[in-house]
């Protein structure tokens, strides 16, 4: 088996000290862009990319890509402390990881994001050092019809595991999914309840709904509240998870590792899938689901290392095949090509220097992730400490920084403070954000897969239960309809027959 | 307000023409370079590395200001409303020559009449591949079994009005095919169906193709520029093998809001001339397909209001307009 | 008449249902829809705006009975008012006036939201942070923003 030879190869090549500094800037840098909202990787790559013209391919190739793992990692950060997601993927971490800020236990979350992260990241590198290029086959074998029938699996999920007031939780699904479908349609480049607005044309930005309804919507709330802010870090237990907190994790930190292997594979998934199917999975089977939404510590672990692997598979068609699933993955490529190098599947077995060196970097970096970020959570639990009358501020300042820098665009801001105004009204009202952000990714892609797997097909729905993969989830969806609306009617019954 | 804005311009505008050597000195001051998409887009990938080493020539700092949206209007029609004294830029790219006739920019701006074109920059040409499981081998093998079976051979491309799009357009006007046009939200996405094999043709950059190419994943049967390109030797162009006078190639220059002194645009083309034969600017093009195109200044104009005419015709005629 | 259902969470999450569903299905009804086989762009947004006009018929009905939950706990309309607002006016200062005057706009507008407002304090730290945020963003990470718009 030539795997451990190759892999001794790879740390041979990563563990120079060249490689090595660049894996740390990587990360670090990926860290910092983590933490703050709207400045994503994308747009940091594409700023350094003339940068690593003078670097050696390899070297290039570790540091963009710890720029992209690491700020996944940060993205956790802010969205725990308050409620402000650094990352699209982060939304789902600030659901419970928010709340157990609230009660003074930020410390065990940061420190359970961390280290769900770090096993999340080392079982995806694995996974794409064993079976990189048999798995992106498999992933070419999803078109429109499978993740089609995927998403709308993971649709009805949400609804039938939605706690709380189910309807209402539904109807935001669907208030998402009409959001999302703002914009230019991708069929007919008709634009969609743009309002002859230029800014729309592209639909809303994710971070912008985000940001709104959780972090500025929250503000608006707890300035509501009597006692303006009981001191966030009221009584601060400890810093790090007790060993209960550990075992509670240890499940959902390996379930959320691979339902994110899983979806980081499909390249036509988007971000924040992973890790709200884990959100969704973990408060399924918890025995007590109602904790979930007030300081479940599962609620972050499982999504956060669903989130990383996700991050980390997400590498695979880039590397194997040479094909960008995403606009980060895109600019990696190009990276190559400025180096003179042909992006393709050729790349594996040409430079093979390039291919395992940079699996193994990730190894590295997802360890110097967990260093770098354990000894920082006292500092970031002490942040806390800043009386809230002057935290919101800096909250909204950084908020406004961020989208800004996304496009340059005054309009996002102004459309931030809208939804800020409507995320407050819908938490006023009982409306769970979480679902309607769901909604907001899922609907494009929906819409998009449905149309195109119609018009491949030349208008026969029969494609989506003809296709084995397909059909397979059409079954899946079924089943969990079945399973879980069949207790509750037979509760309602016995309920009758008392 | 307009009054006393207006004053202590007029008195520079005056000093500047009384004293030729004022313009001599441009720049004074840093230069705003507007790149109408985001950080890694297509014209981001090209005005980056000319912002940073035409700076280095000009000793002033060129700032590269990303305005994405709108598929470059929301940049253009910030920079056609921005100062002409030269010190804002923008970079443009085929959709300047395309989006008047897809969109309503009455009251925005006029591709011709606010722009005063700079220089040239460089030009990709897309690429037709297919799958390797469709049964051709070269474009007239392609048309006509396209035309054997209209509307039924799956062509990928990234959205109404993308580069993809507009090359597969004029390729089913000019041949006088239809395939079954399958839109993706990016270039990426489209070109992993077409290796897939869900979708069976894709036009699209080199960048893009060229590895798939060399694997044997997707098969090359045309390039869309007017030679061929010295990377796939072996491939001929579109013109050549079956649709005489097919052009599409992608292409990036620079204009100014309209007005622009001509000092500044004759410092800046001199430097530029420079700057686009360094071989970091020739790498880092190719990172987008690009190659070096050079023009004179009345060229590119010509240039502008050819590709304008062209596209316009293609528009009109294959109905993609949307409604 | 008895007006109570006018104080209920479910009454008025039906309104805002319905008055964005009938707002969206209004829009929609100029989008080509399509069939089932073919959709068109239409298809989509009229299906989901009509389904949210369904829920919210269906939550007007519920604020309707009685005992429905009612609109409880204390809000600042205060807040609700200025947090967005600072939002608002650093978006217009940011592009005329340069990242400072937005930065302090924005940091001093949103303090004000605070029923534990202390000016002083408020300045000071607005300064503070601006600054910092100079040093980070601007110097450090390179945005491409002008300080103070026309000399810096």
Not at chain 1, 295 to 300: F, K, L, R, S, T
Not at chain 1, 408 to 435: C, D, K, Q, Y
Not at chain 2, 26 to 44: C, E, F, H, Q
Not at chain 3, 12 to 27: K, Q, T
């Amino acid at each position: 088996m030539d795997l451990f030879n190759n892999l001794i190869f790879g740390f041979g090549v990563a563990l120079s000290l060249q490689n090595l500094f660049y894996c740390f800037v990587g990360v670090l840098v990926g860290t910092l862009i983590g933490v703050l909202p709207g400045i994503g990787p994308l747009g940091t790559i594409a700023i350094l990319l003339p940068i690593t013209y003078s670097v050696s391919p390899v070297a290039a190739m570790i540091m963009l890509a710890g720029i992209y793992y690491g700020a996944q990692y940060g993205g956790s950060t802010t969205a725990i402390l308050v409620n402000l997601p650094g990352e699209t993927s982060s939304v789902v971490t600030c659901i419970d990881g928010y709340q157990m800020a609230q009660q003074g236990r930020a410390g065990p979350a940061l420190a359970i994001a961390a280290i769900g992260s770090f096993f999340a990241g080392t079982v995806g590198t694995l996974l794409i050092a064993l079976f990189g290029p048999p798995l992106a086959d498999v992933a070419l074998k999803f078109g429109a019809p499978e993740y089609f029938s995927l998403m709308l699996m993971g649709l009805v999920a949400a609804a039938v595991l939605a706690q709380g007031d189910m309807v209402k939780s539904i109807a935001m699904v669907v208030l998402g999914l009409l959001l999302g479908i703002i914009g230019t349609d991708v069929n007919s480049g008709v634009q969609r309840f743009s309002f002859g607005i230029f800014e729309l044309t592209d639909g809303i930005g994710f971070i912008v709904v985000a940001v709104g309804v959780f972090a500025v919507g929250e503000i608006v709330n707890n300035l509501g509240e009597r006692q303006e802010r009981r001191v966030l870090s009221a009584k601060v237990s400890n810093l790090f998870p007790t060993w209960q907190d550990l075992k509670a994790s240890a499940g959902p930190i390996v379930r959320g590792t691979g339902l994110g292997c899983f979806f980081g594979v499909l390249p036509g998934t988007g971000p924040a899938i992973a890790s709200f199917s884990s959100y969704m999975l973990e408060k399924k089977l918890a025995k007590d689901p109602d904790r979930f939404g007030k300081g479940a510590i599962e609620g972050v672990a499982g999504p956060e290392a669903a989130n990383n692997a996700d991050a980390q598979c997400k590498f695979i068609p880039m590397l194997t095949l040479g094909l960008p699933a995403s606009g980060v993955m895109a600019l990696m490529l190009g990276a190559l090509t400025i180096q003179g190098i042909q992006p393709g599947p050729q790349v594996m077995t040409q430079r093979p220097e390039l291919f395992w060196g940079l699996i193994a970097s990730m190894w590295i970096g997802n360890a110097m992730l967990v260093v770098l970020n354990l000894p920082l959570i006292g500092l970031w639990v002490r942040l806390l400490q800043v009386p809230y009358r002057l935290l919101f501020p800096a909250i909204m300042a950084f908020s406004a920084i961020g989208i800004f820098s996304v496009n340059n665009s005054a309009f996002e801001i102004h459309l931030t403070a809208l939804f800020g105004v409507l995320g407050f009204m819908w938490m006023r009202l009982g409306f769970p954000l979480a679902p309607m952000l769901l909604g907001f990714v899922l609907g494009p892609m929906m819409e998009e897969y449905l149309r195109r797997a119609m018009l491949m097909s030349g208008g026969d729905p029969s494609v989506f239960v003809t296709r084995p993969i397909s059909l397979a989830f059409i079954i899946a969806t079924v089943l969990i309809l079945v399973v879980m609306v069949a207790p509750s009617v037979r509760k309602r019954r016995e309920a009758f027959t008392d | 307000m307009p009054a006393i804005r207006a004053l202590p311009l007029a008195t520079l505008l005056l000093a500047a023409s009384l004293t030729p050597a004022a313009a001599q000195q441009y720049p004074a001051k840093p230069i705003r370079l507007i790149i109408p998409s985001a950080p890694g887009g297509s014209n981001d990938v090209v005005g980056r590395p000319i912002a940073t080493f035409l700076g280095e020539r000009l000793g002033r700092q060129i700032i590269v200001d990303n305005r994405a949206g709108a598929g470059t209007m929301i940049g253009t029609e910030l920079a056609s409303k921005a100062p002409n004294d030269g010190y804002t830029l923008l970079v443009v790219s085929i959709a300047f020559a395309v989006n008047p006739w897809l969109y309503d920019l009455r009251g925005r701006y006029d591709p011709i009449k606010s722009f005063t074109p700079v220089a040239m920059l460089a030009a990709g040409p897309n690429v037709l591949a297919v799958n390797p499981s469709l049964p051709v081998n070269n474009v007239k093998e392609l048309i006509a079994l396209a035309k054997e079976k209209p509307g039924k051979i799956g062509w990928a491309s990234a959205g109404v009005g993308s580069f993809q799009h507009l090359g597969g357009s004029l390729f089913e006007l000019q041949a006088g095919v239809k395939f079954l046009g399958v839109r993706f939200k990016g270039g990426g996405p489209a070109m992993i169906d077409v290796v897939a094999g869900h979708n069976q043709v894709a036009f699209s950059s080199l960048v893009q193709t060229t590895g798939q190419i060399q694997s044997g994943k997707l098969k090359a049967l045309g390039v869309g520029s007017k030679k061929r390109v010295p990377i796939l030797p072996d491939v001929p162009t579109i013109d050549e093998a079956g649709v005489p006078g097919y052009e599409a190639s992608n292409w990036w220059g620079i204009v100014a809001p309209a007005g622009v002194p001509q000092a500044a645009v004759d410092r800046i083309r001199k430097e530029l001339a420079v700057v686009l034969t360094a071989q970091p600017v020739i790498d880092q093009f190719a990172n987008e397909g690009a190659e070096v195109v050079q023009m004179s200044q009345g060229e590119f104009a010509d240039f502008i209001a050819a590709e304008l005419k062209k596209w316009q015709q293609v528009v009109k005629d294959s109905g993609m307009k949307a409604e | 008449m008895n007006r109570e259902f006018l104080e209920r969470k479910d009454f008025w999450s039906g309104v805002m249902l319905i008055v964005v569903g009938g707002g969206a299905l209004f829009i929609a009804r100029n989008y080509q829809f399509g069939t089932s086989l073919r959709m068109g762009p239409g298809y989509f947004p009229v299906m989901l705006s009509a389904a949210l006009v369904l829920f919210g018929v269906y939550f007007v009905l519920q604020g309707l009975r009685a005992g429905a939950e009612k609109l409880e706990g204390s809000w600042s309309l205060r807040a609700l008012i200025v947090v967005p607002l600072s939002l608002v006016v650093f978006g217009l200062l940011i592009d005329r006036a340069g990242f400072i005057p937005a930065m302090l706009g924005l940091i001093i507008i949103s303090a004000m939201a605070s029923k534990d407002f202390r000016l002083v304090e408020v300045l000071l730290f607005s300064v503070f942070l601006t600054a910092m945020c100079v040093v980070v963003f601007i110097w450090a990470l390179g945005l491409p923003y002008e300080l103070i718009a026309g000399i810096w």
